[in-house]
């Protein structure tokens, strides 16, 4: 995936390929740099041999050959996205853009729209979606859009810096679209099970976690842009659900699965950085050697790690051995969770409930009459 940070990463902000968000750069969506271009507009820049070796997108549009890039291949010409597109060849935003050509009086709605936005997963396996003013016959090509009606009011804006006359619906409304196809059955993706919550709760959820990330929407701001498109009552627990913290859909799902895996007096918290010096929790400007834990329970000195594909070479399970050992020299206790886990729920709440039982257990061990003569950790008294 390329490393984060340096002048790259600076000029493609600078140029706009990354929408301003809450999260770290890994949890937003890169513009691709490679852009379609009508053929006619094609043909007065270059020769037509020139323009006949371009890939043909659509009817009358033409992707040109990539450029040569150096640096994260996520910075080139096909940007930063999931990696899923199913069926289609290019990025949703791509498309968007080689259909918009073909409709230029349209809007961009739904996943296509959220993706715009700046959301890096699920919408590039969907359908463009362009919204219209007037009645449109939808293509019978399968790699073609669904048109469908732009109800009145609906609020638009432009964002993407290649393509300023592009309008796609506000990131709250395409939110609020996006919810509504999870909701109703239409978009999935496989998720493990979690207590209580059914599959299309936690996937509603997972999206909410991802917004949360790469835009900078407040609670309010989702809730008043699902008026009218999702039930208010569904719409508020989702958000209850919800974490600002969560830097991926799986450290959503496994923050879910145990978050009633601890006493009542304590809570989970996300992305909790811990000082490697001595175990102290620090700010994220803190300087020094560090760890940050998906989810942890500071009180307890608990911490959890989802480790994604990138853990799985050799280097970076030395490194998260290391890590592993520290923290214990420290007094934490952690835990590391694998998609394999994820999925056995039974063998990762046994591992959760093993580390909460000996964190409390070494927190006794901790108490100091003398500074704290009046509450026995044992008694309660």
């Known amino acids: ?43 007065q820049r270059a020769p037509r041999r020139t323009v006949d070796r371009a890939e043909r997108a659509a009817r009358g549009v033409i992707l ?22 199913g069926i289609y060849r290019h990025d949703i935003v791509t498309r968007l853009r080689i259909h918009w050509l073909c409709a230029p009086d349209c809007v961009g709605g739904g996943w296509c729209a959220l993706a715009s936005h700046g959301l890096p997963y699920w919408a590039d396996s969907e359908k463009v979606l362009l919204l219209s003013r007037t009645s449109r016959r939808n293509s019978t090509d399968p790699y073609g859009p669904v048109y469908r009606t732009l109800p009145p009011g609906t609020p638009t804006v432009c964002v993407d810096p290649e393509f300023p006359g592009l309008r796609v619906v506000d990131a709250a409304t395409a939110v609020a679209q996006c919810l509504a196809t999870i909701r109703g059955g239409k978009k999935t993706w496989w998720v493990p099970e979690v207590p209580v919550l059914g599959h299309r709760e936690v996937r509603s959820v997972q999206l909410l976690d991802a917004v949360h990330q790469c835009t900078e929407l ?29 830097q991926s859909p799986m450290e959503t799902v496994l923050r879910l699965i145990v978050r009633d895996e601890l006493p009542a007096e304590y809570t989970w918290t996300s992305q909790v950085t811990v000082s490697l010096s001595d175990g102290a929790v620090v700010t994220a400007e803190y300087r020094g050697r560090r760890t940050t834990p998906d989810l942890a329970c500071p009180e307890l000195r608990v911490a959890l790690y989802y480790d994604g594909a990138h853990h799985g070479g050799a280097g970076q399970t030395e490194t998260d051995f290391r890590l592993y050992q520290e923290l214990r020299k420290l007094g934490w206790e952690a ?47």
């Open 1 to 43: 995936m390329g490393t984060f940070g340096g002048k790259l990463w600076d000029r493609a902000v600078r140029d706009g390929r990354i929408r301003p968000g809450r999260g770290p750069l890994f949890t937003r969506r890169v513009y691709p740099s490679r852009t379609p271009v009508l053929r006619q507009e094609a043909l």
């Open 64 to 85: 040109p050959p990539p450029a040569d890039h150096e640096g994260p291949d996520r910075l080139g010409p096909l940007g930063w996205h999931s990696g899923d597109t």
């Open 218 to 246: 407040t609670d309010g701001e989702l809730l008043a842009g699902a008026r009218h498109i999702v039930d208010k009552d569904w719409m508020t627990g989702l958000l209850e659900l919800s974490d600002h913290g969560a």
């Open 335 to 381: 835990v590391r969770v694998n998609k394999g886990l994820l999925a056995d729920r039974a063998e990762l709440t046994a591992h959760v409930r093993g580390a909460v039982e000996r964190a409390r257990w070494a927190q006794r061990m901790r108490w100091d009459p003398f500074t704290d003569p009046f509450t026995d950790p044992f008694t309660g008294r």
